[in-house]
Each structure stands twice: as C-alpha cells, then as structure tokens.
C-alpha cells in the first residue's frame, strides 16, 4: 500500500492525473497546441526536439503565450509574450530581463531572472501519444492569477 494514495483527497489527486491532449506526430508538425488540463488551460510547445508545458496566459498581464515567439535568451528558449514582449523559460518558467550596472559606465546589459513566475507543467510521451500532467509544486505562481477564476478556460484561437 503506497502511503500517498491513502492519504492524498481523491478530487486533488484526480486534479493531478495525467490527461491526453494529442497525438505526438500532429504536435510536432504544429509546434504548439492549447489543451485544457482538469479546468486549467496550458500551451505545449515542440521545441528543438522536446516538449515543454506552461499555463496559457503570461504572469505578467494574461497576454496569450500561445501566440508568441520562441526565441533564444542567455542560451535559454524563451517564449516571448506578444502583449508586453515579458520572456519566460520553456524549462523552468523562469521570467528574464537585462539589467545592467548604472554605475558602470562601460558595463554591458546581463540577463536576470526575476524567479519563477509560470507555472511549468510535465509532459509525458506513451506509445506516440502526448499527455499533460499539472504541476502540484506547493508554491504560488504569478501565472496563478489568470489560470483560475474568471480568467480559467478562455476560447482557442487555434
């Protein structure tokens, strides 16, 4: 008897089942589908060659991450937020900036991360097929606040 499923509410650990969202040849062909996850809605990407899930709209103002860029930052995949142009890390859902030294004349612009700020979700491939587990990591995220209430399940563009 596994100690966690005795204990663990069954609505919490169904929240936390892995749930299909498509088929593996069809997502790579696209780069990016929506899906929604137990009432959450999130964006997986294929990205040089691995999958990556995040809450669909950005921690900073609820832009819509499945409509940026995927761009290089620091040697970091970011998606870029079409909204307010915020980067966010594939891997961790770190958010980046540049910052740079004021009193440092001659010093160049470095990339920071401000933590983590999405919510970054696990992606499991079986038989080639794609599923989406949430995160159960105890911590708040900022992408919290727009993937729950009046903000949760808005329409696909896709």
Request: glycine share 6%; with cysteine; proline share 6%.
């Given at each position: 008897?596994?100690?966690?499923?005795?204990?663990?509410?069954?609505?919490?650990?169904?929240?936390?089942?892995?749930?299909?969202?498509?088929?593996?040849?069809?997502?790579?062909r696209?780069?990016?589908?929506?899906?929604?996850?137990?009432?959450?809605?999130?964006?997986?990407?294929?990205?040089?060659?691995?999958?990556?899930?995040?809450?669909?709209?950005?921690?900073?103002?609820?832009?819509?991450?499945?409509?940026?860029?995927?761009?290089?930052?620091?040697?970091?995949?970011?998606?870029?937020?079409?909204?307010?142009?915020?980067?966010?890390?594939?891997?961790?859902?770190?958010?980046?900036?540049?910052?740079?030294?004021?009193?440092?004349?001659?010093?160049?612009?470095?990339?920071?991360?401000?933590?983590?700020?999405?919510?970054?979700?696990?992606?499991?491939?079986?038989?080639?097929?794609?599923y989406?587990?949430?995160?159960?990591?105890?911590?708040?995220?900022?992408s919290?606040?727009?993937?729950?209430?009046?903000?949760?399940?808005?329409?696909?563009?896709?």
């Amino acid at each position: 008897m596994d100690p966690d499923d005795s204990e663990q509410d069954p609505e919490t650990k169904e929240q936390y089942a892995s749930v299909y969202v498509g088929r593996e040849e069809d997502i790579k062909r696209s780069e990016r589908i929506t899906a929604v996850v137990h009432d959450r809605e999130v964006v997986i990407f294929y990205h040089k060659g691995e999958f990556h899930a995040m809450d669909i709209r950005c921690y900073h103002s609820g832009g819509p991450l499945h409509l940026g860029e995927i761009e290089e930052f620091d040697g970091r995949a970011c998606i870029v937020c079409p909204w307010h142009k915020y980067k966010i890390t594939l891997e961790t859902g770190e958010g980046l900036y540049q910052s740079i030294n004021p009193k440092d004349p001659s010093a160049k612009p470095m990339w920071c991360s401000k933590g983590i700020k999405q919510r970054i979700h696990t992606v499991t491939v079986d038989n080639g097929n794609i599923y989406v587990t949430l995160s159960n990591e105890p911590f708040k995220c900022d992408s919290d606040f727009y993937a729950t209430g009046v903000f949760k399940v808005i329409p696909s563009s896709f």
